[in-house]
């Protein structure tokens, strides 16, 4: 046992080899936006509408009418 103990014992006085990172590629780029998205909300607070997609403002992305809400994401 004192032989086990003691080979352990050296074993652990050793320093340890640092561990090595792979090296990764680099990321892939990104294709570039055509444009930025919004949003925007509008409440009208006398107004109210069963929920419903409508055309959006800007003519181009998604809105929806939740009551007195108006949400519209462009894109």
Same mark, same amino acid.
């Given at each position: 046992m004192n032989d086990l103990t =003691?080979?352990? #014992?050296?074993? *652990?006085? &050793?320093? =340890? @080899? *640092? $561990?090595?990172s792979p090296v990764l590629?680099? @990321?892939p780029e *990104? @294709?570039?936006? !055509?444009g930025t998205p919004a949003v925007a909300v509008t409440l009208? $607070? #006398?107004r109210w509408s069963r929920p419903?997609?409508?055309a959006p +403002?800007?003519?181009?992305? +998604? !809105? +929806? &009418? #939740?009551?007195?809400?108006q949400v519209e994401v462009a894109f």
């Open positions: =003691a080979d352990l #014992l050296v074993d *652990l006085q &050793r320093p =340890a @080899p *640092l $561990p090595s590629p680099p @990321p *990104l @294709p570039a936006a !055509a009208t $607070p #006398l419903a997609f409508v +403002v800007s003519g181009h992305g +998604v !809105a +929806v &009418r #939740l009551g007195p809400w």
